[in-house]
């Protein structure tokens, strides 16, 4: 059972390149979403989607683009890379619907903008 | 809006002690509950939640919280650690009868347990 799968796990960038952070999952979640973390501020909503087609923004969405094409996959993108996006980001899903489900994290992909 | 304080950065303990931490969140509307763990270099997973009734919440490795809706309070405790306890610890909010159920987190609470 894989549950939330990330790729890459560990990358590092030149100020200004762009990628793409991959998210899927195999358990058939409406909702999806990217969070990142920073020493001593907790996780924070980046961008979140409640089904294909469907995307929102979160508490920090400036920088990345997302969309959700399809129900497993919700891929994270960063337009044009800053050190300021140095961080740990964690894709995560759960049941739809409503609040109170269960939402399961992805292992991380840790970023480094140099 | 809601927020969550997680009161404490660091907890250490000694293998075998009892440990709390300690959890407040400020909220206008009804929330539910969560406590997550974060072993070093991996992904968060749910210990426990508190959605309606009972106020005492019995969670995964002998975790529980208590709510306290007048003190706004969701404390995790256990009453016996063990070196494998040792993570960090996040309290969460989700708004109730919200359609998407994002999460706000607390900071986090590193539980060091020594032997």
């Known amino acids: 059972n894989a549950g939330v799968t990330q790729t890459p796990k560990f990358q590092v960038l030149k100020t200004g390149q762009s990628m793409t952070l991959q998210c899927a999952q195999d358990?058939?979640?409406?909702?999806m979403s990217w969070y990142r973390q920073d020493p001593g501020m907790g996780l924070r909503l980046i961008h979140y989607?409640?089904?294909?087609?469907?995307?929102d923004q979160g508490e920090v969405p400036n920088g990345y683009n997302v969309s959700r094409s399809t129900t497993e996959d919700f891929p994270l993108r960063l337009l044009s890379a800053a050190p300021s996006q140095t961080s740990v980001y964690f894709c995560?899903?759960?049941?739809?619907?409503?609040?109170?489900?269960?939402?399961?994290f992805g292992e991380g992909s840790w970023l480094t903008v140099v | 809006a809601q927020s969550v304080t997680q009161l404490d950065s660091q907890v250490p303990v000694f293998e075998e002690a009892p440990v709390e931490l300690r959890c407040n969140y400020s909220?206008?509307?009804?929330?539910?509950l969560f406590w997550y763990v974060q072993y070093p270099n991996q992904g968060l997973q749910l210990l426990l939640k508190?959605?309606?009734?009972?106020?005492l919440v019995k969670g995964i490795n002998g975790f529980e919280a208590e709510f306290n809706k007048s003190q706004t309070s969701f404390h995790l405790r256990k009453p016996s650690v063990h070196i494998s306890d040792t993570a960090e610890y996040f309290c969460?909010?989700?708004?109730?009868?919200?359609?998407?159920?994002?999460?706000?987190f607390g900071k986090g609470t590193k539980l060091s347990v020594k032997p």
């Open positions: 995560a899903s759960s049941e739809g619907g409503r609040s109170g489900n269960t939402i399961y």
């Open positions: 358990m058939n979640h409406e909702y």
């Open positions: 989607s409640v089904g294909a087609g469907i995307t």
């Open positions: 909220s206008s509307v009804s929330v539910y």
């Open positions: 508190y959605l309606s009734g009972s106020t």
């Open positions: 969460a909010v989700s708004e109730f009868g919200g359609s998407q159920g994002n999460l706000i």
